[in-house]
């Protein structure tokens, strides 16, 4: 089943703007990871943030991570058209079993 | 980084048949993979846990019977559908944890549509 829930579904932004998207979860996590998938093709690991770590960057994207409200957002800076794809946040469980959440439709006009 | 493959990349079956799709890993062992189904416009659904040397778990709701899985060596699982029905046509994706950095290497994916 599916862990949480993710928002907003969709977002359209214009390029060189900002992009949040919010995920939500249920049960106690190891770590909570994010992902990208293009249309129709495989997943692209973006960034991983474990449980007891509260913030993380790698290169444009901010990745924050709040326990006590079971909650994780994921900040995309200055977006590019390049950009535009579904995201999808997933948490980890000791085992490594992913719960995926049901993703936020990124696109980014030009 | 570590890299997972998928075969066949796509196929199209009758209904009734069987079709089995395989899930690499190329540079490193796994003793885990794992079988998600992705609907079109849906999040990923995990299927099941392959396990080398054991055998499959399975979600909740995932007929073991229909679905078999075979974790034949440490770089290797695959996934067999039996009689699949068009309602099994999906988006078919493992994944294999690599323990050391708890990151999960994902294959690119089988499209399987059942006619």
């Known amino acids: 089943s599916q862990q949480g829930e993710e928002d907003p579904q969709a977002l359209s932004i214009q390029e060189g703007e900002n992009a949040t998207m919010n995920c939500s979860y249920k049960t106690s996590i190891n770590n909570l990871q994010w992902y990208r998938q293009n249309s129709g093709r495989g997943l692209v690991h973006l960034i991983l943030?474990?449980?007891?770590?509260r913030e993380k960057h790698s290169g444009r994207l901010r990745v924050t991570l709040d326990t006590s409200k079971k909650s994780s957002s994921l900040l995309i800076t200055a977006s590019r058209a390049a950009d535009t794809a579904s995201y999808f946040c997933a948490t980890a469980d000791s085992w490594g079993k992913l719960q995926f959440g049901a993703g936020t439709q990124v696109v980014v006009t030009p | 980084g570590a890299v997972v493959s998928q075969h066949p990349s796509w196929v199209i079956c009758k209904s009734g048949t069987s079709v089995k799709i395989e899930c690499r890993s190329l540079d490193f062992q796994a003793t885990t993979m794992f079988w998600y189904r992705q609907f079109p416009k849906q999040s990923l659904m995990l299927m099941a846990t392959s396990n080398e040397g054991s055998k499959a778990t399975y979600e909740q709701g995932v007929e073991k019977d229909k679905f078999l899985i075979n974790h034949a060596s440490l770089t290797l699982s695959t996934l067999t559908v039996t009689s699949a029905h068009p309602e099994d046509s999906s988006f078919y994706i493992c994944?294999?944890?690599?323990?050391?950095?708890?990151?999960?290497?994902f294959g690119p994916g089988t499209r399987l549509t059942v006619t």
């Open positions: 994944s294999a944890p690599f323990w050391l950095d708890y990151e999960q290497y």
């Open positions: 943030i474990r449980s007891n770590e």
